[in-house]
């Protein structure tokens, strides 16, 4: 049951990441982060009284924290989808974002296996297979990605990693209130950040707005899936399994966006989804 909800998590965080790229292209990612974090909140708010059997400040304060992690997370990675190719950004922030949660979970108990330290390897040097030599070489047709765009990808993951973390630490008869605890943070910062910078949280018509609504829809649904999945099993097992959602956001790239990639580009998007595997295999 929890690798099926961290398998449903990775489609749903795969799609709402690619709509969320594609109208963070056309708008401001503070506006995209803002908007599509309110429409999540409501969705969960609608749901929670029906859910949770309780709920402890405990609970909230966690949820919050790991909203604080998770803005840091979502609004790198839109800001990567943003100026980036999608089907280089996602595997990058799903490396940081898988391979972080095992090591806790191996410095708290859980054992890391042969095959898990090669996933973390491969990983790695999916890393730079990606990036394409972190921007300094081009082949003909291939997609030039700064340097900086690894490292802001890469902290995309770090946010993530701690979202789940400090979930982890919730109790599962609180589901889902950590995760409206979680959106009233992000959602709240996200909307002051704008207010700072004189932008309106609204998109304007052609801005992507439909685009933000699926984002926060299906990114929502998404973190409902692993919350429940990282509390019926491992954590060093579901977010691992969860960050397979590159592969949903890498197809809708390639069919939707035509995003084109080197030979070495598409051999670290497969070694990327390998490791990611490995991990989840040992």
Same mark, same amino acid.
């Given at each position: ?5 961290a398998? +449903? ?10 709509f ?20 999540g ?13 309780? $709920?402890?400040?405990?609970?909230? $304060? ?5 909203g ?6 979502? *609004? ?5 989808? !943003? &100026? ?22 191996v ?10 330290? $090669? *996933? ?11 990036s !394409?030599?972190? !921007?300094?070489?081009?082949?003909? *047709? ?12 890469? +902290?995309?993951?770090? *946010? ?13 008869a ?8 979680? &959106? ?10 704008? +207010? ?8 304007? &018509?052609g ?31 579901t977010?691992?399994?969860s ?8 197809? +809708? ?12 580009? $598409? ?16």
């Amino acid at each position: 049951m929890a690798a099926a909800l961290a398998l +449903l998590s990775a489609v749903l965080f795969g799609a709402g990441d690619f709509f969320g790229g594609t109208a963070a292209r056309r708008t401001h990612v503070l506006v995209v982060v803002a908007a599509s974090h309110v429409v999540g909140l409501v969705m969960i708010l609608a749901v929670a009284p029906g859910m949770a059997d309780a $709920v402890t400040g405990r609970d909230l $304060v966690y949820g919050a924290m790991a909203g604080l992690f998770g803005l840091v997370g979502i *609004g790198c990675l839109y800001h990567c989808l !943003g &100026r980036g190719p999608m089907a280089v950004v996602a595997p990058t922030t799903a490396i940081s974002n898988a391979v972080l949660p095992v090591l806790w979970g191996v410095t708290h108990g859980e054992h890391l296996s042969t095959v898990n330290t $090669v *996933g973390v390897l491969l990983g790695l040097g999916a890393i730079g297979l990606i990036s !394409g030599g972190a !921007g300094i070489w081009r082949l003909a *047709g291939a997609i030039r990605v700064p340097p900086t765009l690894v490292l802001e990808a890469l +902290l995309a993951g770090v *946010g993530f990693a701690g979202f789940y973390i400090f979930m982890d630490a919730t109790t599962e008869a609180s589901t889902p209130w950590p995760l409206v605890s979680a &959106r009233v943070v992000s959602a709240g910062l996200a909307l002051l950040l704008l +207010l700072r910078v004189g932008r309106s949280p609204m998109p304007r &018509r052609g801005e992507g707005g439909a685009a933000i609504v699926f984002a926060g829809i299906f990114d929502m649904a998404a973190n409902l899936a692993i919350l429940v999945a990282i509390h019926r099993g491992l954590l060093s097992l579901t977010v691992v399994l969860s960050s397979l959602y590159p592969a949903t956001t890498v197809i +809708l790239a390639r069919t939707v966006l035509d995003e084109r990639m080197s030979r070495g580009q $598409v051999a670290g998007v497969v070694g990327a989804l390998v490791a990611v595997a490995c991990i989840v295999g040992g």
